[in-house]
């Protein structure tokens, strides 16, 4: 027991440091505008100063216009998609699942530098087709569709496996009671879904409204300005503005909570659940002769989402120059040479990678310790653990990367991580932490506690316990989360920008600097290989945890 005790009390300060600690100096640096000074004075005067200004409220207009386009765009997208896959026998249906992974693994940034080299004036679709696209690009509406693209495999995927988990079966009951098929699916299968469908779009809303690449790349020119850029104005500019930096973040993630509350509120007793205490076999109708109209609207959506922004990067890769044009004459591995050959290039590739390794392990190693603590044991602190290790899904990056500037650049610490790698360590730690915490109390819930409970009846203690017992039987699941760590972790944008020390580039900074300098070619090799690397592991980690799924 008093290793029990012992252990939990080493991840819960583990967790403070990394979860809490920024958290909590965003919240005080909004509240005493002279934190850094070391005076706690004039707490609050800085609020009517901030908020009052005409940009405020603009601001926050336009991130909720923005979050609201986004996730309309996904919905238009993802639920007619996402029903169709799950409630039709649809041809090559793995395949079209593959597609649509493709966008949700392409960074926004990436994707948004890719558009802008395809429908920029002359660019890529005017070389090739003769159209002109630029002042879409460059608008509102070519924003929220290029983050829109980005963003609606989220809601494909979770509609897709709701309506085929539950939809289709209960579906065809109520057709042969009588019900025509418009009724079986409003009044069975959209019930069920709701709740996917509105966590889904809950989702959208949040990643559309912390995203910082998208609205930093293309809103200058598109008039479109969020708090996120705000956010990093206010810490890039000078006079460095901490303590409205921070006030922003705080508006941030009370519009992101505020957001969770109102799907919480919509959801209260309309949610709907079977009774039948076994799992519902998957029960798929054919399409007949809608099949190829259902394929074309796929491959209409896939080309749009995934092979219109990837083609495009690839192609700017493979580009000697970018004034030559889309001729075989002018396509070459040059790009590629310079990234691998070149100094700054091939340090940035292989700072990326350590630091995604070990972000990976830091994340793999407390996400499965924080799980174990959690799940379902009578454990002081339990609720603690588990409330901070899942509350980075919550907090934008650019709200981590202002909470680390604020705690670690106090002038009581002796020792601060913050000017080393280790600042980008911790950010990215503490943004992907829920991943291995979802993905493992998940496959410990399928262990159940007879395992631990026989091995200790059998005299093992806890640490052998936890290394020969539950380690081994959730490792394919800490795997697959670590994975994913890795790929998200490699090509991180926003804190990155914020925090890495000078004479330190990572993937995406080296992106973001080279399009600045003008070296596009450059950028996007090194963009390219970034994608490769997290498709892989992507898929690597995915069919490790469908497998661990299956086995048991």
Known sequence: MKSLFLLAALVLAALLVLVALPVGFVALQAVFPRLGEGSLQGAFSNWAQVLSEPGTLSLLGQTVALGLGVALVAAVLGIPLGTLRGLCRLPGARLWDLAFLLPFLLPPYIAA???????QPRGYLYQLAGVDLGGLLHSRAGVILIMGLSTFPVVYFAVSRSMAASGGRLAQVARVSGAGPCA?????????????????????????????????????????????????????????????????????????????????????????ETTSGKPVPLAQTELGGWRWPVLLLFGLVAGLAAAAPLASMVAAALQGTISGGLRAANLSLANFVEVFGDREGYHA??????????????????????????????L???????????????????????????AWNQPFWPLSPYGS?????????????????????????????????????????????????????????????????????????????????????TVSIYVWRQFEQGSVGA????????????????????RLQARSTGAR
Request: hydrophobic content about 65%.
């Open 380 to 406: 002081r602190g339990a609720g603690a653990i588990d409330a901070l290790a899942l509350l980075p899904a919550a907090l934008p990056g650019v709200v981590v990367g202002v909470g680390l500037i604020l």
């Open 184 to 272: 079986a699916f409003v009044r069975v299968s959209l019930p069920l879904a709701l709740p996917a469908i509105a966590a889904s779009l809950l989702l959208a809303f949040t990643l559309a409204i912390e995203e910082y690449g998208v609205p930093a790349a293309l809103g200058a020119q598109a008039g479109v300005s969020v708090l996120t850029t705000a956010i990093e104005r206010r810490l890039a500019d000078w006079p460095i503005d901490l303590s409205g930096a921070a006030l922003l973040s705080l508006v941030l993630v009370a519009l992101a909570l505020t957001a969770y509350a109102v799907q919480r509120a919509v959801l209260r007793g309309r949610s709907f």
């Open 421 to 505: 790698w280790v600042i980008l360590l911790c950010s990215y730690a503490c943004l992907l932490l829920p991943y291995p915490m979802r993905y493992v109390t998940a496959a410990l819930a399928q262990l159940g506690p007879t395992l631990e409970a026989a091995a200790r009846v059998h005299g093992a203690g806890l640490w052998r316990t936890l290394w020969r017992i539950t380690l081994p039987l959730s490792a394919p699941s800490v795997v697959a989360a670590m994975m994913m760590v890795f790929a998200v972790a490699s090509r991180e944008l926003v804190t990155s920008l914020l925090l890495a020390p000078a004479g330190l580039q």
């Open 523 to 542: 950028g996007m090799a090194m963009a390219t290989v970034a994608v490769a690397i997290s498709l892989v592991l992507m898929l690597a980690g995915l």
């Open 113 to 119: 530098l890719s558009w802008t080299m395809a429908l």
């Open 349 to 378: 590739l292989g700072a990326s990678l350590s630091l995604a390794a070990g972000t990976a392990l830091l994340t793999g190693a407390l996400g499965f310790l924080a799980a174990w603590l959690s799940a379902g044991r009578q």
